[in-house]
Nanobody, 121 residues
């Protein structure tokens, strides 16, 4: 089970840190990903991190502004979002994939409920 939190209403240029807590004892066996879905749009890839956090990938639209990290001791993955833009407004979902990282939503078997991020201009 995944539970995302940390969303909210912020102004352009602000920062937010999303967290996603996972239940279970095998968190370290799962690559973790963040995806987002804006109103009227399809869900899109944001970032992913490998089992031991050695490898990370980002969508071009967030690279340099967002940072994904994980703490396997706490069963938690984070998404630090800086320099937020109105186009970052979306519901953000965390997801888990057994094994290696992937940037396709269909490859992730487990999903959290999502947390809403709204960025005003």
């Amino acid at each position: 089970q995944l539970q995302a939190s940390g969303g909210g209403l912020v102004q352009a240029g602000d920062s937010l840190r999303l967290s996603c807590a996972a239940s279970g004892r095998t968190f370290s066996r799962y690559a973790m990903g963040w995806f987002r879905q804006a109103p009227g749009k399809e869900r899109e890839f944001v970032s992913t991190i490998s089992l031991s956090a050695v490898t990370t990938y980002y969508a071009a639209s967030v690279k340099g502004r967002f940072t994904i990290s994980r703490d396997n001791a706490k069963n938690t993955v984070y998404l630090q979002m800086n320099s937020l833009k109105p186009e970052d407004t979306a519901v953000y979902y965390c997801a888990a994939r057994y094994g290696s990282t992937h940037d396709t939503a269909a490859e992730y078997a487990y999903w959290g409920r999502g947390t809403l991020v709204t960025v005003s201009s």
